[in-house]
């Protein structure tokens, strides 16, 4: 059965705080893996990684994948209380359009 | 562009009582997903549509669920009749390529 598996389920951090949320996957075929915030309604995107080592940023938030261990992390530096949310990892599998989610990494930024 | 529009935001209903839930996805998306979140099994997908026609009903539940989808800009996610399981958040989404998914702001539902 396909599957994405996100460490930690939760996590308390300061603000200034770096962090690295983990999300790995069993897949039949990969596509592509994908990175959300879901924050009070429905999840944002916010990074698709097709290929192996290469990083994608934007501002603070950076994401990388390792199709060799399967699998992928998400960094954010100097935390916000803005950037408390659930991240959501996904993981596109060709063939069909449909998306496998993880249950979600729940990140508070405490002040 | 006003996104996924999801309708009703919140709905409590009685067992037993049939659910409808609508969306109007984003002009010119060709694919239509629902989703249902809960906490102890995450976002996990029902049905999704490509131009219209189901292609992959697995996820639904039960036969208790049926999804329909007449035209490009509408969709509906009934359930009947409805259980207190049923309880959680219903997502819609669109998408017109892989990684372009945009998600409404969902409903949440209590059955009582």
């Known amino acids: 059965e396909d599957k994405v598996v996100q460490s930690p389920l939760s996590l308390v951090v300061h603000e200034g705080d770096t962090v690295t949320l983990n999300c790995s996957y069993e897949?039949?075929?990969?596509?592509?893996l994908l990175w959300y915030k879901q924050e009070k309604k429905a999840p944002t995107f916010l990074f698709m990684l097709t290929s192996s080592g290469i990083e994608k940023k934007s501002g603070r938030l950076s994401s990388i994948l390792d199709k060799k261990e399967l699998s992928s992390i998400l960094n954010i530096t100097a935390t916000q209380t803005g950037d408390s949310a659930i991240y959501l990892c996904a993981v596109d599998q060709g063939g069909s359009e449909k998306l496998v989610f993880g249950k979600g990494t729940k990140l508070t930024v405490n002040p | 562009d006003a996104g996924v529009i999801q309708s009703p935001r919140h709905e409590v209903t009685e067992m037993g009582q049939e659910v409808t839930l609508r969306c109007k996805p984003i002009s010119g998306h060709n694919s239509l997903f629902w989703y249902r979140q809960t906490m102890m099994r995450g976002l996990e997908l029902l049905i999704y549509f490509n131009n219209n026609v189901p292609i992959d009903d697995s996820g639904m539940p039960e036969d208790r669920f049926s999804a329909k989808m007449p035209n490009a800009s509408f969709s509906t996610l009934k359930i009947q009749p409805s259980e207190p399981r049923d309880s959680a958040v219903y997502f819609c989404?669109?998408?017109?390529?892989?990684?372009?998914?945009?998600f409404g702001s969902g409903t949440r539902l209590t059955v009582v």
């Open positions: 897949v039949t075929n990969f596509r592509s």
């Open positions: 989404a669109s998408s017109w390529d892989r990684g372009s998914y945009t």
